[in-house]
């Protein structure tokens, strides 16, 4: 009687659980054998993704790899993924429309008048003049301050750099004005200081400057 009992109840309990889940009342356990092979192959795929030199667990990077490897590799991985990050983001703006921000103009630099001054080429003679100017010291300008100074410009002229630069022209204009002056005065007369006049010596035509 204890057995029928038995049995009746192992029955109910089995049909009990085929109402509440059919699928798990009727599906068989799975093996230790089965679960261990999921295991060993877990294991295998997360020693494969740490000896990478990139994570592929991020979903852009395992994109990137899959492309090299179907790539020529005719370059390093880090080129092609830095091109290959480019291209998609060209993409992506060309789908939705995307337009980059224009960038700001740079602030306009204040009128300055100076700017507008275009600096000359600096001259051979104008750049050598420092050497050839003649640089006074204390001593100097006490000896040109002396009071015999007017002598010793006289007798210092002909040495002077005035004298040579114009002292040849100043000679030969001088000297033609002495011969017209003469000439006149022996052709046509002269005035002296006392305000008489006097005829010419020679019969010659008068010349003018």
Not at 94 to 114: Q, T
Not at 147 to 164: A, C, E, H, I, W
Not at 183 to 198: C, M
Request: glycine share 4%; with cysteine; hydrophobic share 40%.
């Amino acid at each position: 009687v204890l057995l029928t009992m038995t049995i009746r109840f192992s029955h109910g309990a089995v049909v009990l659980a085929a109402l509440v889940s059919p699928a798990a009342a009727f599906q068989a356990p799975k093996s230790n054998s089965a679960f261990f092979g999921n295991a060993v192959c877990e294991t295998q795929s997360s020693t494969q993704l740490k000896s990478s030199n990139v994570d592929l667990a991020i979903p852009y990077d395992a994109a990137a790899r899959l492309a090299y490897d179907s790539s020529d590799k005719s370059m390093s991985f880090d080129d092609f993924k830095l091109k290959y990050e480019q291209d998609a983001v060209k993409e992506v703006k060309a789908k939705y429309g995307i337009v980059d921000p224009e960038p700001e103009p740079e602030p306009e630099p204040e009128a300055n008048p100076l700017s507008n001054i275009v600096p000359k080429d600096i001259s051979y003679g104008e750049e050598s003049r420092k050497f050839r100017r003649t640089v006074y010291t204390h001593d100097d300008w006490v000896k040109h301050r002396a009071p015999d100074r007017f002598l010793r410009n006289v007798v210092s002229m002909f040495t002077s750099g005035v004298y040579k630069n114009i002292g040849n022209e100043i000679a030969t204009v001088t000297a033609i004005a002495a011969v017209v002056v003469a000439w006149n005065a022996a052709a046509t007369g002269y005035v002296d200081l006392e305000g008489v006049k006097h005829a010419g010596s020679l019969d010659l035509p008068s010349l003018s400057l």
